[in-house]
């Protein structure tokens, strides 16, 4: 006898990305500032934006600055998800009912890892050293960041597809 989880409701891909249209102006805004916040997170340590603090040794990527930027938006509209709307489902101990996808900063980690210096980053040189971290670590930098980009989105998706499966006014 085996025991599975009951089946989630169905929603169109079109539905979940309309999520996008009703949401208030206060997502929007945590959207905008917390796409911001991760620009000069991650663009201040690895120099993409120059500053007195920090240098590269190699520079950036033609790719950087629109990784970058993409990755930003992202991580923005997913941080917003989190924020409380009419739309919100809220359980009866008082959680957001949304699915649980708190695992997209990962993909803001793989950027930061993306678009840096690869001899630089202190992790990958004691790692792999300086010969390794040209030789082996920024030929894989544009994957991290494939990998980044596509999961943000996913992330992003199973939130949007959870206000959609569960909307319902919130108490």
């Known amino acids: 006898m ?5 089946d989630r409701p169905q929603v169109p891909e079109q539905a979940a990305w309309s999520a996008l249209r009703r949401w208030p102006a206060r997502r929007w805004g945590v959207a905008l500032l917390t796409a911001v916040a991760a620009i000069l997170v991650v663009g201040l340590p690895t120099d993409l934006i120059p500053n007195p603090v920090f240098g590269r040794e190699i520079p950036p990527t033609a790719w950087a600055w629109p990784a970058l930027l993409v990755s930003s938006v992202l991580g923005g509209l997913l941080a917003a998800t989190y924020v409380r709307s009419p739309l919100t489902v809220i359980t009866d101990d008082g959680e957001d009912a949304g699915p649980g ?3 997209g900063w990962v993909g803001g980690l793989l950027t930061y890892f993306a678009v840096g210096c690869p001899v630089c980053n202190k992790l990958v040189l004691l790692a792999l050293g300086s010969a390794g971290a040209i030789t082996w670590f920024e030929p894989v930098q544009p994957v991290l960041q494939v990998l980044a980009v596509g999961l943000l ?3 992003l998706r199973a939130r949007l597809r959870g206000e959609i499966a569960c909307a319902s006014p919130a108490r």
Not at 2 to 6: C, I, R
């Open 2 to 6: 085996s025991t599975t989880a009951p």
């Open 101 to 103: 996808t708190r695992r």
């Open 153 to 155: 989105v996913w992330a």
